[in-house]
């Protein structure tokens, strides 16, 4: 049981180039989020998929798409990379869509420096 | 989403209890006060959530104010390995939706 895994850890792209960043998560979890966090910042989210066939933005969705490819996965992104996407992303999932209980399992993050 | 105002940093010394506040003025009746915390260079984890009552797990314990103006994540014995940065995030039932703030710093002494 890996969890919730992303790839790639860690990448580097020049301004303009485009990028796709997966997560995969093997606990059956409905919903998926994709955060981003900027140096001495909390996690800000992107967007979400609360089921598969679904997304909605989160608070900073400019500059991103998202595609729900199938339950286990949900991939970010980037069309023409700006330096302003340098950060540190997370991909996160939860099984429940309405419940009180809210635990989100997080992947280990991609680090992404644009230049 | 309603917000949360917690201490930007807090320091302990090893196998002392610590407590970490949070307020949340603007917090509604249904909403969660959940807890995560950050360890260096990992994601997020979950330590805890409550409503109204307080709430115990293997990690903390969750003491809520009787308005729910306010609450306080406590831990019992500190560790090394609990020097972290703890977020105190409120979420409506339905939404799933995580709102960080810029959480505590806690460093522990050995």
């Known amino acids: 049981n890996a969890g919730v895994t992303q790839t790639p850890k860690f990448q580097v792209l020049k301004t303009g180039q485009s990028m796709t960043l997966q997560c995969a998560q093997d606990m059956n979890h409905n919903s998926m989020y994709w955060y981003r966090q900027d140096p001495g910042m909390g996690l800000r989210l992107i967007y979400y998929s609360a089921s598969e066939g679904t997304t909605d933005k989160g608070e900073v969705p400019n500059g991103y798409n998202v595609s729900r490819l199938n339950k286990r996965e949900f991939s970010l992104r980037l069309e023409s990379a700006a330096p302003s996407q340098t950060s540190v992303y997370f991909c996160a999932s939860r099984s429940q869509v309405t419940s009180s209980y809210n635990e989100q399992f997080f992947g280990p993050g991609t680090r992404l420096t644009v230049l | 989403d309603a917000k949360t105002t917690q201490p930007n940093s807090m320091e302990s010394n090893e196998e002392e209890p610590v407590h970490l506040p949070c307020n949340h003025s603007?917090?509604?009746?249904?909403?969660?006060i959940h807890w995560y915390r950050q360890l260096p260079s990992q994601g997020p984890e979950y330590v805890i959530h409550g409503l109204t009552s307080n709430v115990n797990n293997r990690m903390a314990s969750l003491a809520i104010a009787e308005d729910r103006k306010s609450s306080t994540l406590i831990l019992h014995r500190a560790t090394l390995r609990d020097a972290a940065v703890y977020y105190c995030i409120l979420i409506r039932g339905d939404t799933g939706k995580l709102i960080f703030g810029q959480g505590t710093t806690l460093q522990v002494k050995p």
């Open positions: 603007t917090i509604s009746g249904t909403d969660y």
